[in-house]
């Protein structure tokens, strides 16, 4: 049977794609451009090539990012590879729309520091939007990608640790103050991206224990459709017996749960945990 075609996500993701690139390349062009550093990306690459090869950035962070974008295609899957493909086309265009609207575009703060700090800052948003909706930008994203699939190695190391390569290419071109620049930017946009994409993806082991215990059960599995496991749990004071709940949430899911506790149980006894990874056997059709 043929699956349907949902046209509307379709366009959502594009849409959300779309947007993802444009900060990227905007992070670029007005930050790592002017400060003349190379910061774990491809894009860096291409501005230390483009002092030896007499073409525009666009048309070089373009050859570099076909040439990654054949590996990332049979290595990483067809969606990551049409997701990929997308936004790797994306990126040089946008950033030949700001080489036309902009051209000879200075530096927006007039400090090399601080256009390496702005372009880490806004490029880990565009990234981890892209990594989130398992895509990247082309380039060094891949390998990263890549990295992270085979070696289960975190988003953010893998950056830094093929990052550096590219960094320490701007040694061959600028002062000893850029390549510095360059590894200290390529290191923090590694750990500033794994802190966007961990706080996204990070969940919470909520345990209670309360007298509503039937109400908040049902909340759980009905209003959230999660799953929640009941232990007996003993009071150390007056050996009472209770029934202790415990369900783990996304963020979303949690706001509703406390604030639904707040409302059933104000007295309900709470602790919270932050979970990372889960691995299990979803329920089909359980819902």
Known sequence: MKKKINY???MKETGILTVAVAIIAAAVYFFLVPSHASVSSISGLGIVLSNFIPLPLSVITMILNVVLLLIGFATCGKEFGVKTVYTSVMLPVFLGLFEMLFPNFGSMTDSQELDVLCY???VSVGLSILFNRNASSG???IVAKIMNKYLHMELGRAMSLSGMCVALSAALVY???TVVLSILGTYFNGIILDHFIFDN???RRVCIITKKEEELRQFIT???HSGATIYEAIGAYHFEKHNEIIT???KSEYQKLMKFI???DPKAFITVYNVSSMKYQPKIGAF
């Open 262 to 264: 707040n409302e059933l």
């Open 201 to 203: 993806n990070i969940k």
């Open 175 to 177: 002062d000893k103050k």
């Open 248 to 250: 783990i949430v996304d």
């Open 120 to 122: 880490i800052l806004v």
């Open 139 to 141: 380039g060094l994203d």
């Open 222 to 224: 009905r209003d959230l």
């Open 8 to 10: 509307t996500e379709i």
